[in-house]
């Protein structure tokens, strides 16, 4: 009779030895993985041209993303799927670490509008003393430009006018803090 001491350990079954099952994933790990990149397809094709361009995707991957940006939303389910397939024979932790930067560099450039908006909304609001205010933060800028842009924007909102300052003003706000 044999005893389980007497089989190589390179032989013996996963269940016996615990070196072999502790390196390969479990089932449910497997799937959550598979999912994960599946997840990742569909927020590619959810993406505009511009940021697809961006990502400098595999020319394959691409095209079936286009391919799946074409359909109409309740035919897409088998050709995700392929998009996932495609996925996880590139080195989709590559791409998702592309996706991850260009997120957050739109999150940078909404914030970065969001502030240029409440400068806008503070020179229109307070004036000359919101002026004075930019002016310290960007020494270069053009104070009397500034100036003459406040006041119409502070005249009738209604006003073809106003609208026009109120634009000019804020083109001239992002100049400043590019």
């Known amino acids: 009779m044999i005893s389980p001491g007497d089989i190589p350990e390179d032989e013996a079954p996963a269940e016996q030895s615990p070196r072999l099952a502790d390196s390969r994933p479990s089932r449910t790990e497997q799937t959550r993985a598979a999912n994960a990149v599946n997840k990742l397809g569909l927020r590619l094709t959810r993406l505009s041209l511009r940021d697809l361009d961006r990502l400098e995707l595999p ?7 286009d391919v799946s940006q074409n359909l109409k939303p309740k ?13 996880r024979a590139e080195d989709h932790e590559a791409i998702q670490q592309r996706l991850e930067l260009l997120n957050r560099d739109q999150r940078d450039g909404v914030r970065h509008e969001q502030v240029t908006e409440n400068w806008l909304t503070r020179l229109v609001e307070e004036g000359d003393v919101a002026v004075e205010g930019l002016i310290t933060d960007y020494p270069h800028a053009d104070r009397q430009r500034l100036r003459m842009l406040t006041r119409s924007a502070q005249q009738d909102p209604a006003a073809r006018k106003t609208k026009r300052a109120r634009r000019e003003l804020l083109r001239a706000i ?5």
Do not use: K, P, V, Y
Not at 75 to 87: A, H, K, T
Not at 174 to 178: G, I, N, S, V, Y
């Open 75 to 87: 035919s897409r389910g088998r050709q995700n799927r392929l998009i996932g397939q495609i996925l």
């Open 174 to 178: 992002r100049d400043l803090r590019a």
């Open 59 to 65: 020319e394959r991957l691409r095209e079936e993303i």
